[in-house]
Nanobody
Framework: VQFVESGGGSVQPGGSLRLSCTTS????????MSWYRQPPGKQCALVAR????????YTADSVKGRLTISRDDAKSTVYLQMNNMTSEDKTVYYC???????WGRGTQVPVSS
């Protein structure tokens, strides 16, 4: 099982970015997937979750309306669209199969001031 995050990069406040998580070793359609992030000095926190079939969606209150999770099972890829970004979004983002201990290595999103 492998998850590879990409799409991180420098962005200015108010800008947008889309992260991708390419999965392998699993049938993505069978699983709920999630994005987490870990700000410096803080615990890793759930940002968004999307069930298989995309029927149920969870987004943390702190990012609701700005960050959106989606999936393309045919491409074995999960996305995190980030809009109107702020300095609080500056951190490392991880893709994870929800309910399992499979983590990607993360992708850095630096938000410049």
């Amino acid at each position: 099982v492998q998850f590879v995050e990409s799409g991180g990069g420098s962005v200015q406040p108010g800008g947008s970015l889309r992260l991708s998580c390419t999965t392998s070793g699993i049938r993505l359609i069978d699983y709920s997937m999630s994005w987490y992030r870990q700000p410096p000095g803080k615990q890793c926190a759930l940002v968004a979750r999307l069930t298989n079939g995309a029927s149920t969606n969870y987004t943390a209150d702190s990012v609701k309306g700005r960050l959106t999770i989606s999936r393309d099972d045919a491409k074995s890829t999960v996305y995190l669209q980030m809009n109107n970004m702020t300095s609080e979004d500056k951190t490392v983002y991880y893709c994870k199969r929800y309910g399992f201990k499979d983590w990607g290595r993360g992708t850095q999103v630096p938000v410049s001031s």
